[in-house]
Each structure stands twice: as C-alpha cells, then as structure tokens.
C-alpha cells in the first residue's frame, strides 16, 4: 500500500509498511551539481503530479574506509553514490496529529555516511514513542567543506543540515509532525554537526532541543587552516586554486580522490597511523566545518557560552571507552610506557603528571593500567568525553541539560571494542539485533535497547530524559551528575573525575 503528502514542491509517494508510512529519497534542496558545486544549497525546483518517494536517494560522494569497514557493517550491496544527494527519509505513524519530529544527523569524519544506513532505520523509533523520525544527507569531504577564497562561498555541508531544517518546518505537519517541537541528534561529526547548529545564527529557530553524542563544540576549522588545506587538495587535483571554471567542472572521481589524498583518517589503518599521519595524537579532521564570520564566528563551543543556543533543552554525551573502536584496528604489539609518554607530550604539557593521574585513578578503580588502555582512554577524553562535558558547563546555564555516559560492552573480538565509539547506535534505533556480533544479543540487550529509545523518546517529547528506564539529574557544574547508561542503570558523580581534571586548564 501507499501513502502520499503534500509538500511545498508537491506531493510524494511513500510505502505504509508495518503500521508506518514511510518516504524515502524526498528531494529538501536541488541537486547541488553543475553551477551549484561548491554552493549552499537551493531551492527543490517544483514538480506536477505524484513524485514517487519509496527508495533512497543516491548518498554523498566518499570513499570507502578500510579501517571502519572491518569494524562496523556495510550496506550489501554498496549505496548508489552522487553528487545529486540532497534527500531526506521520514518514518511517521500517520499523516494525521502533531506529533515529535526527531532529525537525525549521521556521523562519519565530516567524509563517510548517510541518513540510509541500516543502522538508522527510523522504523523502531517511530512506532515505540510515536514520533516522526528524518534522516538526512548533506554534502561531504571536499564537496562539502573545502574552503578556497576564489569560490566565495563555504560551509556548504552544514547549511544543507540548515536546508532539511528549514524542509522540516515547512513540511512535517503534512507528515504527522509539529514543527514546533524538533529534536536534532546526531552521532560523532553529527553530535559535532548538532553544536554547530546550536551555535549558528543561520539554524536559529529550527529546532527546539538538541542531542550531540560522541561529538560535541570543539571541532571547527579557521580560515587560515581551512585555506591550507584547500591548497594541498587542489595540488592533489592538479589545478589552480584560483581557477574556479576548472574546480567546478572537474570531475567528481578527481575531486573524491584529491579529498582522500589530504585526509589521514581516510587512509589511516589504525588510530597510530592517525596519529603519525597528523603528527599529533588527535590529528584535525582536513573537512569540518569553518569559522567563515557568518555560519561561524567563533569555536561552536564560545558561541554556545555567549547564548546562541537560549531554551534549547540539551542531552549531551559520550561512550566509556570511545577509542576502542579505532584502537583495534591497531598493531597487535602492545603500546610501551615511553610510547604513551610520547603520545601525551603531543596533547598535555605535563605529560608525566597526566599520565600518572590516569594510571592512579584506574588502578584506584582496579581496572587495567597498561599503556594501552590509559592512550586510549585519553584520546577518547580529549578528542570527545571533554568537549562533551565542556558543552553540558556552558548550555546548563541556558536550558535543562543533563548528561549521559554510555557503558554497554560490545561482545565482538572477544570484548576488544568494549563501550567503543558507535555502540549506542543500535540501541538508540532499537536495530541491535540486524548486528548481534557487535551489539550483544538476547534478553539483556533487548531490554537495554528498550530503555535506550524510552531515554531518548522521552527527551524528545519533554526536553527530560528522565523515564521509567532512567534517572537523569539535570547538570551541575559542581557536583558533575551523569546517567550511566549501560548494565547496571545508574546515576554517578564526577565520573572518572581524577583524570578528566588533568584536561581542566588544557581543554577550555
């Protein structure tokens, strides 16, 4: 069966599957090729009759990666890529009512992903909280974010993120939706898409509460380092970087290869090649979004201290053990002390002092002090447990913010992964058991998965998370309360207080 709707550039077609109407590939901006490469986004141009919206739209241009591929599932078959990719899927349980709408924003290195992922399926969401779920794609890599002053415009990435808002407002009451009460989430560079929207005067107003996990107010590039960058990509594409006519009439295969060429996490094959590529041990993502004086002013992070996200409710988070993910993707041979040491030296300026912290507080708690697992719980904290627990200091003086902490443990490579970055992906969407491999199985995981999606459900309805599953006390910069999410639902107090103090005068 069918169901179609109305929107502003006319009606679409979509599927009633299992109690829900579902729309895949809806149009939200023009196709952004041809004169539009490098643009923001456009306007859909309107079409007559009945556009058939059952099947995804063709995904961002990315390459594959090795490293994140032999840990986490792929689609099968591969996902038609273009650069014709602006196009969003709703799951809704009816075209009737004013319901929560909650706007998903994939993650992925600002280079890799889409909203049509197997992961994201809206389907468990939208039927267990009665809620219309979007998942969105936006322009990735070079495409997305390259910034070059010949071509006058940058950003392009987040502002199709600020498009599908504005579709959002315009259309999702035709889809069973209230615009007035939207909840942005996003994971990794889309908990970092999230800050950015609440920070930026050009998504003001088009949503109402906001869920950055894994990836928080910390991650955007100045003008200075964007321009060096776009430099080197435009050495590896082998024209001028004034030559505009040439950028945007090469071809799309030489723009994708000449993004990867400046990109050490696309050819990284573990977190040390990261780190050795970008001769730092948190090395800049080339692609992310740019302090350009308009979509961005300032760090995302300072325009949330300033108010820029006023009223909007925040729940903000990370995993116990994010790096994990990359970390077994690694070298076999364990990390020594002086290669840890060294590591530190590139993040702290007291590396022995940090490192010491970190091994007394885990041996305090008797958990494991090796070099390993104190690099890797490290880079995890600065890359993304602080700038999270940074953006929880500065929105809780703005609007009910509360905080999680993520410590379910992934059973793949006999516990390698542990709580790794990605794991509260199924959870949050309810899909755990299309990856049982990665997410666990079995009764535990089903109920977990059930408390996940209530939390986030709950906060989407309420701007509280709080629900028969779990208690989330609203943020204090004092007494520091996080919701542990994981086996044992919990609430603790500074967690993991010890070592994240060693960040407080390096990390603002």
């Not at 322009?139 to 987040?158: Q, V």
């Not at 995981?445 to 059930?450: N, R, S």
Request: some cysteine; hydrophobic content about 45%; overall charge negative.
């Amino acid at each position: 069966m069918s169901a179609i709707a109305q929107t502003t550039a006319g009606r679409v077609e979509g599927s009633e599957e299992h109690g829900l109407c579902v729309f895949r590939g809806i149009p939200f901006a023009a196709p952004p090729v041809g004169e539009l490469r490098f643009k923001a986004p456009q306007p859909v141009e309107p079409w007559d009759g009945v556009r058939e919206a059952k099947s995804f739209g063709p995904i961002s241009l990315q390459a594959p990666n090795e490293m994140l591929e032999a840990l986490l599932p792929v689609p099968d078959p591969p996902q038609p890529q273009s650069e014709d990719c602006l196009y969003l899927n709703v799951w809704t349980p009816g075209l009737d009512g004013s319901r929560p709408v909650m706007v998903w924003i994939h993650g992925g290195a600002f280079t890799i992903g889409s909203g049509s992922e197997d992961y994201y399926d809206g389907a468990n969401l939208a039927a267990r909280g009665d809620v219309v779920i979007v998942t969105i794609n936006y322009r990735l890599g070079a495409l997305g974010f390259l910034n070059l002053p010949a071509l006058g415009e940058t950003n392009f990435g987040m502002r199709d993120q600020v498009a599908a808002l504005m579709w959002v407002q315009d259309n999702i009451a035709s889809f069973g939706g209230d615009p007035g009460n939207v909840t942005i989430f996003g994971e990794s560079a889309g908990g970092m898409s999230v800050a950015s929207l609440m920070a930026s005067p050009e998504a003001a107003g088009l949503f109402h509460k906001a869920i950055p996990q894994s990836g928080a107010g910390h991650n955007a590039l100045s003008i200075e380092e964007t321009n060096t960058t776009a430099l080197k990509f435009c050495q590896a594409l082998g024209v001028d970087p004034d030559d505009v006519d040439a950028l945007m009439s090469a071809d799309p295969a030489d723009i994708l290869a000449a993004s990867v060429a400046v990109d050490p996490i696309a050819s990284a094959e573990s977190a040390s090649d990261m780190a050795d590529a970008g001769a730092s041990a948190t090395p800049q993502m080339p692609f992310q979004p740019v302090i350009d004086g308009a979509f961005l002013s300032v760090l995302p992070i300072d325009h949330i201290r300033q108010g820029s996200a006023d009223g909007i409710a925040t729940l903000v988070g990370s995993l116990d053990e994010e790096l994990k993910l990359l970390a077994a993707a690694g070298p076999t041979e364990p990390m020594t002390d002086e290669a840890a040491l060294a590591m530190f030296g590139m993040i702290h300026p007291d590396p022995e002092s940090a490192y010491a912290s970190y091994r007394a507080a885990r041996r305090e708690r008797g958990e494991d002090d090796s070099a390993n697992e104190i690099f890797v719980a490290a880079i995890g904290d600065v890359m993304l447990r602080v700038p999270g627990l940074r953006l929880a200091d500065a929105q809780t003086m703005r609007a009910p913010t509360y905080a999680y902490l993520f410590d379910w443990k992934s059973p793949a490579m006999d516990g390698a992964l542990g709580s790794c970055h990605a794991l509260e992906l199924p959870f949050v969407f309810g899909a755990h058991a299309t990856v049982p491999e990665f997410a666990g199985t079995g009764p535990e995981a089903d109920a977990f998965a059930e408390a996940t999606m209530d939390t986030w459900l709950a906060f989407a309805r309420t701007g509280n998370p709080n629900s028969d599953a779990a208690e989330a006390p609203i943020w204090d910069t004092q007494s520091k309360p996080l919701m542990v999410l994981g086996p044992n639902i919990r609430v603790e107090h500074d967690w993991r207080g010890p070592e994240l103090s060693v960040w407080d005068n390096v990390i603002s």
